[in-house]
């Protein structure tokens, strides 16, 4: 006898397609997109759609109220079906808690089929939900704002994404590099339409309405006719609105300007976000921290360079196919020229990316954490500027840390009202001028114990150390400890510090000419370090240089620059000076746990009878 030939796979598999694809019943589908519930039901005979509906639920109507979304798909059931003996049929989606959409349909006296929902009906809602959504989402209002700071590399960025409608509004916040308010404006604009497309891909195909609203006059007026206004000629701007316009090049677009502080709730909030951005830009910490606590091995420090997706292309490691032009004038008084010929490039750009101070921002995270070990040991590390160009503060030697807490509400970090007025007077001239400006930051350091560093050995003297840490800092052409400068001119009667003693305060000076430093070794008095910085050599007006391509006279390059960075240069001051005192410490005390340096340093006070001062 011949046993029966077995049903090829294929063929017992198409009756089961078929019975799912002709299955007839009332599908039901929820989606929770930004917040917002969508909903559709769907009733099928066999093949065909008999019945529809849809909606929204927006998040403000929506929150804990699972009874209001379920009374529309009650109601919406109810329109569709003919009898109640009809299926009903959905997916397994959570709603809330641990609440799914079956167990919820249920209670509400739908028999609900364990069965696959009909391939019909779950089609045609997926179409629904689809259209729904962008419909919803079909005009989208970006409001932005850019703030800046005369003292800080960064600058904040905030935006609104808000679609309307009920919908909760998307708020984020970025920080980059940037001092010329015009470009940070519409970097802003441009920042906002790449967040945004992270939530919908087909953001940018002219299914969507854009309404784009600024405080800033000038972005409006370029975005809306650029070839006619006069900032055009800045390159950067024009880069920036070409990269806006280009990404909006098939939807609907409309620009706004809006009145700043007037009272516009999503300018107010915009504001804030590009404050706090601005301001709370930080490390992320990668490895030798964990729990909040060191584990006594190298501490790693990550901070990203957020501008570096505008030149992510031109500064890339690997071999582009793009054509990167080179840049062949080297401006007076930076590394480029030098740095050309001793590495035997033919690139400016080569050695100016790594000379540019933006370096300094890994100084200023590391220099944190030294900052928090002296912290530990009572120690407190300060900076202020003393003078920009001919603008000097008047002389305090009677400086506490108390006097520090305010120092950042100065746009140029000076301590004294008057002279930061007139140092950002004199800071708008020049820059108006084309000029940028130098000027002197000083650090000092409350709470040293006498006898860090050492005189038996050059490299040990912590003058040297301290003058090399700072003089390293970008286009910080001197370095002085205490009245340096000054006693240079004096008779040798009128330059020191006289020694006193008394029961009470053991041995003391009157006076501190020496800046807390005598013989390579600190005093116990207050440490104090000037830097001298010089303009910088980036001027919007370029100085004489030579083409080294074609050694033809030209003017030097144009690049990004900032008017006036003696303020920033004074916290990376800070941030090496920490670095040199923290080592110091632990050269002289040692130790593996911050007890054991804590242990040692009062039993060194107590042998040298020092008291913090």
């Given at each position: 006898m011949q046993a029966p030939r077995p049903m090829p796979p294929a063929m017992r598999f198409i009756p089961a397609v078929q019975e799912v694809t002709e299955r007839s019943g009332v599908t039901v589908e929820v989606v929770p997109h930004n917040q917002n519930l969508f909903w559709a039901v769907v009733r099928t005979q066999a093949i065909e759609v008999v019945g529809q509906r849809n909606g929204v639920l927006p998040v403000h109507e929506s929150g804990q109220k699972l009874g209001v979304l379920m009374a529309h798909i009650d109601k919406a059931i109810r329109a569709v079906r003919c009898n109640a003996a009809e299926s009903v049929f959905c997916d397994n989606v959570l709603l809330e808690g641990h609440l799914r959409l079956p167990?919820?349909?249920?209670?509400?006296?739908?028999?609900?089929?364990?069965?696959?929902?009909?391939?019909?009906?779950?089609?045609?809602?997926?179409?629904?939900?689809?259209?729904?959504?962008?419909?919803?989402?079909?005009?989208?209002?970006?409001?932005?704002?850019?703030?800046?700071?005369?003292?800080?590399?960064?600058?904040?960025?905030?935006?609104?994404?808000?679609?309307?409608?009920?919908?909760?509004?998307?708020?984020?916040?970025?920080?980059?590099?940037?001092?010329?308010?015009?470009?940070?404006?519409?970097?802003?604009?441009?920042?906002?339409?790449?967040?945004?497309?992270?939530?919908?891909?087909?953001?940018?195909?002219?299914?969507?309405?854009?309404?784009?609203?600024?405080?800033?006059?000038?972005?409006?007026?370029?975005?809306?006719?650029?070839?006619?206004?006069?900032?055009?000629?800045?390159?950067?701007?024009?880069?920036?609105?070409?990269?806006?316009?280009?990404?909006?090049?098939?939807?609907?677009?409309?620009?706004?300007?809006?009145?700043?502080?007037?009272?516009?709730?999503?300018?107010?909030?915009?504001?804030?976000?590009?404050?706090?951005?601005?301001?709370?830009?930080?490390?992320?910490?990668?490895?030798?921290?964990?729990?909040?606590?060191?584990?006594?091995?190298?501490?790693?420090?990550?901070?990203?360079?957020?501008?570096?997706?505008?030149?992510?292309?031109?500064?890339?490691?690997?071999?582009?196919?793009?054509?990167?032009?080179?840049?062949?004038?080297?401006?007076?008084?930076?590394?480029?020229?030098?740095?050309?010929?001793?590495?035997?490039?033919?690139?400016?750009?080569?050695?100016?990316?790594?000379?540019?101070?933006?370096?300094?921002?890994?100084?200023?995270?590391?220099?944190?954490?030294?900052?928090?070990?002296?912290?530990?040991?009572?120690?407190?590390?300060?900076s202020h500027v003393i003078q920009i160009t001919g603008v000097t503060a008047p002389r305090r030697d009677d400086l506490t840390p108390e006097d520090f807490a305010a120092v950042d509400e100065s746009p140029v970090r000076c301590l004294d009202e008057e002279a930061g007025r007139a140092m950002v007077a004199e800071i708008n001239r020049l820059r108006k001028a084309n000029e940028s400006l130098g000027g002197v930051f000083e650090v000092r350091a409350f709470g040293l114990v006498p006898g860090l560093g050492s005189h038996v050995s050059w490299r040990e003297r912590l003058d040297g150390v301290l003058g090399q840490a700072v003089m390293s800092i970008q286009a910080v052409k001197g370095a002085a400890v205490g009245d340096a400068i000054e006693v240079a001119g004096l008779p040798g009667s009128k330059a020191h510090d006289e020694i006193f003693y008394d029961d009470e305060r053991g041995f003391y000076r009157q006076t501190n000419r020496a800046g807390g430093l005598e013989g390579g070794m600190t005093t116990g008095d207050p440490l104090v370090v000037r830097g001298y910085m010089k303009p910088l050599p980036t001027l919007?007006?370029?100085?004489?240089?030579?083409?080294?391509?074609?050694?033809?006279?030209?003017?030097?390059?144009?690049?990004?620059?900032?008017?006036?960075?003696?303020?920033?240069?004074?916290?990376?001051?800070?941030?090496?000076v920490a670095f040199v005192l923290a080592a110091a410490y632990r050269r002289k005390f040692g130790g593996d746990h911050i007890s054991d340096v804590t242990a040692a340093l009062d039993a060194y006070r107590a042998r040298i009878g020092w008291q913090r001062r």
């Open positions: 167990e919820a349909l249920a209670r509400m006296g739908f028999e609900v089929s364990e069965q696959f929902r009909p391939l019909v009906g779950a089609r045609a809602a997926a179409a629904l939900l689809r259209e729904s959504i962008d419909d919803f989402h079909s005009e989208l209002t970006i409001t932005t704002d850019a703030s800046r700071s005369w003292h800080s590399p960064l600058m904040g960025h905030g935006w609104i994404l808000d679609y309307g409608r009920g919908s909760s509004p998307t708020i984020n916040a970025y920080a980059a590099t940037g001092k010329e308010i015009l470009q940070g404006e519409l970097n802003s604009i441009h920042y906002a339409l790449l967040d945004a497309s992270r939530y919908r891909e087909d953001l940018f195909t002219g299914r969507v309405r854009f309404h784009i609203r600024s405080d800033s006059l000038m972005a409006i007026d370029l975005l809306n006719n650029p070839a006619s206004h006069a900032r055009s000629r800045s390159q950067a701007a024009r880069s920036i609105v070409h990269r806006i316009h280009e990404l909006l090049s098939r939807s609907e677009v409309r620009y706004s300007w809006v009145k700043a502080h007037a009272g516009d709730p999503m300018n107010e909030l915009a504001d804030r976000l590009a404050l706090v951005a601005r301001r709370c830009y930080a490390a992320d910490i990668t490895a030798g921290v964990r729990h909040g606590r060191t584990l006594g091995g190298p501490i790693a420090l990550q901070v990203r360079n957020r501008d570096f997706a505008n030149w992510e292309e031109r500064m890339n490691p690997w071999p582009v196919d793009a054509q990167t032009a080179e840049v062949h004038l080297p401006r007076p008084g930076h590394a480029d020229l030098v740095g050309t010929q001793k590495y035997g490039l033919s690139d400016v750009r080569d050695i100016l990316e790594r000379a540019s101070a933006r370096e300094t921002a890994a100084r200023v995270a590391g220099g944190a954490v030294a900052k928090a070990f002296l912290s530990a040991l009572g120690v407190g590390v300060f919007t007006k370029p100085l004489r240089s030579v083409d080294i391509a074609t050694h033809e006279p030209a003017e030097a390059l144009r690049e990004r620059t900032d008017s006036c960075t003696v303020p920033a240069a004074g916290v990376v001051g800070e941030a090496m």
